[in-house]
């Protein structure tokens, strides 16, 4: 089964908030847990993952926050903000990554995305956490290599780097998942960067 690994850091480099997941004699090695959020105006996807203290790509746990149609926006963007905030404090992630803004031809579809956009990022900066955004070829690059691969290339390969025995469900979690770990493998790149620069 694919397996991803993360190059050690020198313990001095690392933000103080990963600092605090390890302790200098254990610093060849590291934790990062990331939160992926695939913003949906009816179900809005989520999957957190973290490199383990393996050096492996975990999963940690993945779903949806299913919305009503029939129920104004105001009220399903109120239902996403809290159930992010809690699982923000459940599961304490480093980051929140999201996907980054794309064109649409339907204007009104686009704008409630981009409100949700919003809620997510208010979630996760109201509880201190940085949000990173990345445009889909990104994250299609980084989790199959190719950044025009389809949806089922991309779901099949998160299974596959997460050792999961089915791909994940609903389809929301697993672009979720998809997102949280390109915001891993940029980080491991940044990190291997600053180490060679140090």
């Known amino acids: 089964m694919a397996r991803t690994r993360c190059e050690a850091v020198p313990f001095a480099l690392l933000p103080a908030s990963f600092r605090r997941r390890i302790s200098p004699a254990a610093s060849t090695l590291l934790t990062m847990r990331v939160l992926g959020i695939d913003c949906g105006t009816e179900c809005t996807g989520f999957g957190v993952v973290e490199f383990s203290d393996r050096g492996e790509l975990d999963c940690v746990c993945f779903g949806g926050i299913k919305l009503s149609p029939r129920d104004p926006l105001p009220a399903r963007l109120s239902t996403i903000f809290d159930k992010l905030c809690g699982m923000i404090r459940q599961h304490a992630p480093d980051r ?5 803004v794309f064109y649409s031809v339907n204007v009104k579809s686009a704008l409630k995305l981009g409100q949700v956009r919003g809620v997510a990022m208010l979630a996760a900066s109201s509880l ?43 389809a929301d979690a697993a672009d979720a998942l998809a997102i949280a770990i390109c915001d891993l493998h940029t980080w491991a790149t940044l990190s291997r960067q600053s180490a060679a620069a140090g």
């Open 96 to 100: 929140v990554a999201i996907e980054d």
């Open 128 to 170: 201190g956490i940085a949000v990173s955004e990345y445009a889909p070829l990104t994250i299609k690059s980084a989790v199959v290599g190719y950044g025009r691969a389809e949806k089922e290339q991309v779901q099949l390969m998160v299974s596959r780097l997460l050792r999961l025995e089915e791909i994940p469900q609903p």
